[in-house]
């Protein structure tokens, strides 16, 4: 899969906060198999960026996530001017695997990736 940006991690800090907003924000938990699961997937967006630079993405978006006092419209909204039309269903299918990542998907899983596939019809 092609890097977001190859000359900067912002953009792929911003999509691993909206794989954590369904990951973790929905439900306040975030499984080890989610975690795997989003760096497993962050990981193919920029398949050259070192193992702990990726971790480093993901904690950060996690403490960030954490303390999100937003909604995920906007964190969606921020995105979709990045992304081409492919790339957003991709990670919306992302999101249904992150979300399934533990074995269920939870309403408030269901409904956050319904409200980020609502703000980016919109």
């Known amino acids: 899969m092609t890097p977001l940006d190859p000359h900067r ?20 938990d975030f499984a080890e198999a989610e975690r795997r699961t989003v760096v497993h997937l962050a990981r193919r967006w920029d398949p050259d960026l070192d193992g702990e630079a990726l971790q480093a993405i993901v904690d950060t978006a996690l403490v960030a996530m954490r303390q999100f006092d937003g909604d995920v419209e ?21 999101l249904g695997r992150i979300a399934t990542a533990d ?19 919109s």
């Open 9 to 28: 991690s912002e953009p792929l800090s911003r999509l691993v906060l909206l794989y954590l907003a369904v990951a973790y924000g929905a439900d306040h």
């Open 103 to 121: 074995g269920y998907i939870s309403v408030e899983e269901a409904d956050v990736i319904a409200r980020i596939r609502s703000a980016w019809a």
């Open 74 to 94: 906007t964190l969606a909204h921020d995105l979709h001017a990045r992304l081409t039309p492919e790339t957003r269903r991709t990670v919306l299918a992302d």
